[in-house]
């Protein structure tokens, strides 16, 4: 999962879509400063509450995550003759 370290878990702004330089978001490694609202919080705690948020959201959707976990396998076609080579 990628790019929740530019979004801000408080008011939702999305640095990478804005294109602005990861210098002005993230000027140390630990620090995130929310363009959009001005926050300020360690950058780690604001990845880790967008994780859980988007976790949460998946739960209350229902989504089936099990083709994204690690070491799935993916799903073989059930079409018939799937897999089978023209003649």
């Given at each position: 999962i990628n790019g929740f370290s530019g979004i801000c878990s408080e008011c939702g702004h999305n640095h990478h879509e804005a294109k602005i330089d990861k210098a002005v978001w993230r000027p140390t490694r630990n620090l995130f400063h929310c363009?959009?609202?001005?926050?300020?919080?360690?950058?780690?705690?604001?990845?880790?509450?967008?994780?859980?948020?988007?976790?949460?959201?998946?739960?209350?959707e229902q989504v089936d995550v099990?083709?994204?976990?690690?070491?799935?396998?993916?799903?073989?076609?059930?079409?018939?003759?799937?897999?089978?080579?023209?003649?």
């Amino acid at each position: 999962i990628n790019g929740f370290s530019g979004i801000c878990s408080e008011c939702g702004h999305n640095h990478h879509e804005a294109k602005i330089d990861k210098a002005v978001w993230r000027p140390t490694r630990n620090l995130f400063h929310c363009q959009g609202c001005n926050r300020l919080a360690h950058s780690d705690i604001n990845a880790a509450q967008n994780l859980k948020q988007w976790g949460e959201a998946l739960v209350r959707e229902q989504v089936d995550v099990s083709p994204y976990l690690p070491g799935a396998k993916p799903k073989r076609s059930t079409r018939k003759g799937a897999g089978k080579k023209a003649a």
